[in-house]
Each structure stands twice: as structure tokens, then as C-alpha cells.
């Protein structure tokens, strides 16, 4: 995470470095090349996941982490807008390092213990999430946009051999185990309420979470920088909530092997809508900064609690295809949510953005309950009525 985070801040920079110099022209292309990375990686990451669970989870890592250090070297020789948009999308068809680790480290431990794994791992990537456009910025002041592609191919091929030679896969699928084809495992997987129920909150988690973002950094200004810093305030506001979700994640997660996911995963919502409210209300930036902070302990109980239902809830042996439309769903709340949330702030300004955040979170943990629920309910029934039917014959 952090090697990929080094990039993104600087590719329309490398536009312009390709010799694009209208401005409206380099808006249009960063933001074609930024979010079809996302397209094609949300199309492809069932079929890894399905594959996941055939060949295993760790040569799914090594597949997604050597194929996106080839990309990006590739993409450091790029020369025209065309070809970087052909590399990000191959990237993304590629791509699935992390999806792949949370499949590995939640099928691989305990399930008593896999809330503070995933957590661990979630303060893993927000920590090189925070780090990488830091170090990617001061590379920039040193060495040309070229050499930091170069870098992180050179980074990410390094966390792929960790992972080749220090991570042992001690649960693996049963090679002899006959396997249904991948629109039969699809369908089935599409069939589990309850982890349907699942997926659509992850898609609204991360629409809710990403709607607002791109417009920080307009707030911020807005708001009035002290000593008008304001790109130095805009990259704090964001770091904050990281530094706030880094410290959470573990906790959490072990609160949540404890006490219930659902549990942690219900609560954080609440409290992240809760701290949405506020947001809409500050009038300096300081206030912005606390507020964002308080948010980021919330976050830190959303992801690894939702990815450890899905294990909890996913048929055995298909786990991996579980996260992999998991995957799918917060991939295409990734791509929705900033382009809705750029749209809505053009009519209800970002404080009103903040409060329809705040709402639909507040719907999100509903539905988490109340469709749970419903979803085990209609469970128990069915097995009630086989066992009927099971004793009558």
C-alpha cells in the first residue's frame, strides 16, 4: 500500500510531464486513468476469488503482487496518455494483493482470532496508505515521476518475495475435491442471504467513506488554512483519520473476536455516521482535525469486522470467492461514491454532503441488522422445515 500510494498523487503530474498541458484535457485523462483501475479490477475480482479457492490463496498474492510490479515498471516507460490508460487497466485485472491477503490471513487463523489478524493487516495498508504519498512527495523534489514507477515496481516485487519465502499457507484447498464451474460458484455464493446482506453494506461503507474526499482539500480553503498552508491541512485532515484507523484496527478486531463482529462492525457504523454530523457544522480547521480524528477510531472497526463476517458466513471451501465479490462491491462503491459525491456537492455544497454521509450510514448499520437477521431467520426455518420433511419420509 504504501508503494502504490507513492503513485497516485503524481499521475496527472506525469501527464503533464508526457507534454498534456490543457488543464481541463489533464483533469479528464487523471481521472479516466485513476478510476479504470478500479472498473477492471472490480470485473475480475470474482474470478480470482473463485480461483482462489481451487489453487489456493498465497499464489493468488504472488500472482497480484509479481503481475503489478511488471505493470508498474512497464508504466514507468510509458509515453502517451493511451498507453498509461492500457497499463492502469491491466493493472487493475492484475491487481488484488490485498484482497488476496485478507482471503490468506482469514482462512489461515483461528477463527477466534481473526478479527485482530484482519485488523492487524488493515493497520498494515493504512499505515503504507499514509506513508507512501509522503515519501512519493519528497522522491518527487529528488528523482523524475519515471524513477518513482521504477521504485515502487522495485517495492512491491520485494513485498511479493516476503510473502513468497515468510508466509506459509497451512490451510489449502483440497486438490482431489471435485469443484463446480465459476458461474456455479458464483450463483451460489449470490444465493447466501446473508452474505448478500453483507456486501451491499461493504458497497455503502465505502460509498459513504469516499464520497466526500476529493472535496477535503476545497473544504479545507474554505475553511481557512492557518498561515495558508492548505495542501499541508488537506494532507493532515486525511493522515489524521488514517493514524486514528492504524490504532483502532487492532483493537477493535480483538474486541470483535471477543464480543461479536456484527457487534463492532454495528457501532462503528453508528458512530461514524455520528461524526459525520459534526463535520458539516465546524468553522475552522482545528475543529475539522478532531473531528476527523474521532472518525478514524470509528473506521478502524469497519473493514475487519466486515471482512470477518464474510468468513464467518462464507460456505467452507469458498471462502476466497466470497471475498472476491466482496471485493467487487467496495471496488464499485469506490468508483461511485466520489463521482456521486462530486456531483451532490455541486447542489447541497460538502456540508450537506456530510450529512447525506452521515445518513446513509445510519441506513447501512440499519440494514446490517435488521437484514442479518431476517437472513437467520430464514435460515433456521428452512432447516427447520428439511428436518420436518427429513423425519416425515
Not at 20 to 30: F, H, I, Y
Not at 196 to 215: E, H, I
Not at 351 to 359: E, K, N, Q, S, Y
Request: with cysteine; proline share 5%; charged share 10%.
Amino acid at each position: 500500500m504504501g508503494a502504490m500510494s507513492m503513485i497516485i498523487p503524481f499521475l496527472p503530474l506525469y501527464l503533464r510531464e508526457m507534454g498534456m498541458t490543457d488543464p481541463e484535457k489533464t483533469q479528464l485523462w487523471a481521472g479516466l486513468i485513476f478510476g479504470i483501475n478500479f472498473l477492471s479490477a472490480f470485473l475480475v475480482a470474482p474470478v480470482w476469488g473463485s480461483l482462489a479457492d481451487k489453487v489456493g490463496r498465497k499464489i493468488m498474492v504472488l500472482r497480484s503482487g509479481f503481475g503489478m510490479s511488471v505493470v508498474i515498471l512497464l508504466t514507468g516507460l510509458a509515453t502517451s496518455p493511451l498507453q498509461l490508460l492500457f497499463l492502469r487497466l491491466l493493472n487493475g485485472t492484475v491487481s488484488g494483493f490485498i484482497p488476496a491477503s485478507i482471503s490468506l490471513t482469514a482462512t489461515n487463523t483461528p477463527k477466534k482470532k481473526s478479527g485482530y489478524a484482519l485488523g492487524m493487516l488493515q493497520s498494515g495498508g493504512v499505515a503504507g496508505s499514509i506513508m507512501g504519498p509522503f515519501i512519493g512527495g519528497v522522491l518527487a523534489e529528488v528523482v523524475d515521476f519515471r524513477t518513482i514507477f521504477f521504485l515502487t515496481s522495485a517495492i512491491i516485487f520485494l513485498a511479493t518475495c516476503v510473502v513468497l519465502f515468510l508466509v506459509k499457507e497451512g490451510v489449502k484447498p483440497d486438490p482431489d475435491k471435485p469443484r463446480a464451474g465459476f458461474f456455479a460458484d458464483g450463483s451460489f455464493i449470490l444465493h447466501q442471504k446473508p452474505l448478500m446482506v453483507l456486501f451491499s453494506v461493504g458497497f455503502m461503507l465505502q460509498f459513504a467513506m469516499l464520497a466526500p474526499m476529493p472535496q477535503m482539500s476545497l473544504f479545507v480553503s474554505d475553511l481557512g488554512a492557518p498561515g495558508g498552508y492548505i495542501a499541508f491541512f488537506a494532507g493532515l485532515v486525511t493522515a489524521v483519520t488514517g493514524i486514528a484507523n492504524m490504532l483502532a484496527s487492532p483493537f477493535l478486531g480483538r474486541f470483535g473476536d471477543r464480543h461479536g463482529a456484527e457487534r463492532v462492525l454495528f457501532f462503528s457504523m453508528l458512530g461514524a455516521a455520528l461524526f459525520f454530523v459534526p463535520h458539516a457544522m465546524v468553522t475552522d480547521v482545528w475543529q475539522l482535525l478532531a473531528f476527523r480524528f474521532l472518525l478514524g477510531l470509528c473506521v478502524g472497526g469497519l473493514l475487519p469486522s466486515l471482512h470477518t463476517l464474510i468468513r464467518k458466513n462464507a460456505p467452507t471451501g469458498k471462502e476466497s470467492t466470497a471475498y472476491g465479490y466482496s471485493t467487487s462491491a467496495t471496488f464499485l462503491g469506490n468508483m461511485l461514491g466520489p463521482i456521486t459525491g462530486g456531483f451532490l456537492s455541486g447542489i447541497i455544497g460538502i456540508r450537506g454532503l456530510f450529512l447525506v454521509t452521515a445518513i446513509m450510514l445510519f441506513i447501512g448499520a440499519w440494514w446490517l441488522k435488521t437484514g442479518l437477521t431476517q437472513a437467520k431467520q430464514g435460515s433456521t426455518t428452512k432447516s427447520a422445515v428439511s428436518r420436518k420433511i427429513s423425519s416425515a419420509q
